[in-house]
């Protein structure tokens, strides 16, 4: 069964001139907890009293998520966790041979022995542990691997693959988790970003390939560009893979506007399931069929993620665009007068045509509008 780990409280907080407030925070994870993710990670609550205090009233919600909170490779850091109460800890450290010569002035071994002493401490006080080997897919396979397995020995409970700077295709990930999981008896987290346009494809790619937990945050808020979209992996699961699961779709649009007015990040008009564009249908072939059917132009329907279905009525609608549309304004004409309002929208060169502008040139040709709400 797959998981869905949300990343927005820590993440998202990551985002570029991003912060939210405690309120804001508990807010998000109690949308979070509803929506039904299994995971909520809540933040480093080493980084400032005001994380450390929102990581643990979170973790004292009572959620049905199990609360992680991020952490180096430290006990001081493991030790902030437990104060916070919280289920998991997120052990990070990266050991590509560039990272560890030119920044740790380390080698593997000494990497190894520092990540498992703090498996061990942190397993030694009841915490379950998910350790990320930062940058894992451009990190040498052989000590990915050496890292890997250690860290399973010392007790870790997940193994988190980030594609840290969003280098991968879905292929190679693919390639990378099924080698992995020949090579490991594991579980497997996947963290990618979002640098390529690539993170809900190789997410997807990952879990095809055995991950079986998919980080994500709202509106796919992270550092630079972002991680996965909630709202694209949990709807592709749905509909592309048919993963039954508890998760309540028809708040996506909800959580989302919450998070994009926190963050003061917009959501745009084109963006995936949440985005305003998502449902609406602007070509009059396309039009007349999704009046006939809409799958035959939409993978899922409007109404499971919480959104309306909308026409777009400006130079690309046909007769059955403007027929629905007058139809949804009530008002009633005959064929000449909704081929002039045909002629009128054809000639439009820029933009929609809007309910103003009908209800004018009906009134201009005198048409009887039997009722107008």
């Given at each position: 069964?797959?998981?869905?780990?949300?990343?927005?409280?820590?993440?998202?907080?990551?985002?570029?001139?991003?912060?939210?407030?405690?309120?804001?925070?508990?807010?998000?994870?109690?949308?979070?907890?509803?929506?039904?993710?299994?995971?909520?990670?809540?933040?480093?609550?080493?980084?400032?009293?005001?994380?450390?205090?929102?990581?643990?009233?979170?973790?004292?919600?009572?959620?049905?998520?199990?609360?992680?909170?991020?952490?180096?490779?430290?006990?001081?850091?493991?030790?902030?966790?437990?104060?916070?109460?919280?289920?998991?800890v997120g052990i990070f450290f990266c050991v590509s041979?560039?990272?560890?010569?030119?920044?740790?002035?380390?080698?593997?071994?000494?990497?190894?022995?520092?990540?498992?002493?703090?498996?061990?401490?942190?397993?030694?006080?009841?915490?379950?542990?998910?350790?990320?080997?930062?940058?894992?897919?451009?990190?040498?396979?052989?000590?990915?691997?050496?890292?890997?397995?250690?860290?399973?020995?010392?007790?870790?409970?997940?193994?988190?693959?980030?594609?840290?700077?969003?280098?991968?295709?879905?292929?190679?990930?693919?390639?990378?988790?099924?080698?992995?999981?020949?090579?490991?008896?594991?579980?497997?987290?996947?963290?990618?970003?979002?640098?390529?346009?690539?993170?809900?494809?190789?997410?997807?790619?990952?879990?095809?390939?055995g991950a079986t937990t998919i980080d994500v945050s709202?509106?796919?808020?992270?550092?630079?560009?972002?991680?996965?979209?909630?709202?694209?992996?949990?709807?592709?699961?749905?509909?592309?893979?048919?993963?039954?699961?508890?998760?309540?779709?028809?708040?996506?649009?909800?959580?989302?506007?919450?998070?994009?007015?926190?963050?003061?990040?917009?959501?745009?008009?084109?963006?995936?399931?949440?985005?305003?564009?998502?449902?609406?249908?602007?070509?009059?072939?396309?039009?007349?069929?999704?009046?006939?059917?809409?799958?035959?132009?939409?993978?899922?329907?409007?109404?499971?993620?919480?959104?309306?279905?909308?026409?777009?009525?400006?130079?690309?609608?046909?007769?059955?665009?403007?027929?629905?549309?007058?139809?949804?304004?009530?008002?009633?004409?005959?064929?000449?007068?909704?081929?002039?309002?045909?002629?009128?929208?054809?000639?439009?060169?820029?933009?929609?045509?809007?309910?103003?502008?009908?209800?004018?040139?009906?009134?201009?040709?005198?048409?009887?509008?039997?009722?107008?709400?």
């Amino acid at each position: 069964m797959i998981q869905i780990l949300d990343s927005t409280l820590r993440e998202g907080e990551q985002t570029p001139g991003v912060t939210f407030n405690i309120e804001e925070k508990l807010k998000i994870a109690n949308f979070l907890d509803d929506f039904g993710i299994d995971i909520i990670e809540a933040g480093h609550p080493r980084v400032s009293k005001d994380i450390f205090k929102a990581v643990k009233e979170i973790s004292n919600q009572g959620f049905n998520a199990e609360i992680l909170a991020h952490c180096r490779a430290i006990n001081e850091d493991i030790d902030t966790a437990r104060s916070c109460v919280v289920d998991w800890v997120g052990i990070f450290f990266c050991v590509s041979n560039k990272r560890l010569e030119n920044q740790f002035r380390s080698n593997l071994e000494k990497a190894i022995d520092l990540v498992t002493k703090s498996i061990e401490y942190a397993k030694s006080h009841g915490l379950k542990v998910r350790y990320t080997p930062e940058d894992a897919v451009r990190t040498e396979y052989s000590s990915l691997l050496k890292i890997s397995k250690a860290s399973i020995k010392a007790g870790a409970d997940r193994i988190s693959i980030a594609d840290t700077v969003g280098a991968m295709t879905p292929k190679k990930i693919y390639d990378l988790f099924k080698k992995l999981k020949s090579d490991l008896n594991a579980k497997f987290n996947v963290h990618c970003h979002n640098d390529l346009g690539l993170a809900t494809a190789n997410s997807l790619a990952a879990y095809e390939a055995g991950a079986t937990t998919i980080d994500v945050s709202v509106n796919g808020l992270g550092e630079r560009v972002g991680i996965a979209p909630l709202s694209e992996i949990c709807v592709a699961l749905h509909c592309a893979y048919d993963i039954k699961n508890r998760w309540k779709l028809d708040m996506l649009p909800q959580i989302s506007q919450y998070v994009s007015h926190a963050s003061g990040i917009n959501i745009p008009q084109n963006f995936p399931i949440v985005g305003d564009n998502a449902f609406y249908h602007n070509a009059g072939l396309h039009v007349a069929a999704v009046l006939n059917d809409p799958s035959f132009y939409e993978i899922i329907p409007a109404e499971i993620v919480g959104k309306k279905r909308n026409f777009v009525l400006d130079k690309m609608a046909g007769i059955n665009t403007i027929k629905h549309k007058l139809k949804e304004m009530n008002i009633e004409t005959d064929d000449f007068n909704i081929s002039k309002l045909m002629n009128y929208v054809k000639s439009k060169e820029k933009g929609q045509v809007s309910d103003y502008e009908i209800i004018s040139l009906l009134n201009e040709s005198e048409i009887n509008t039997v009722a107008y709400q």
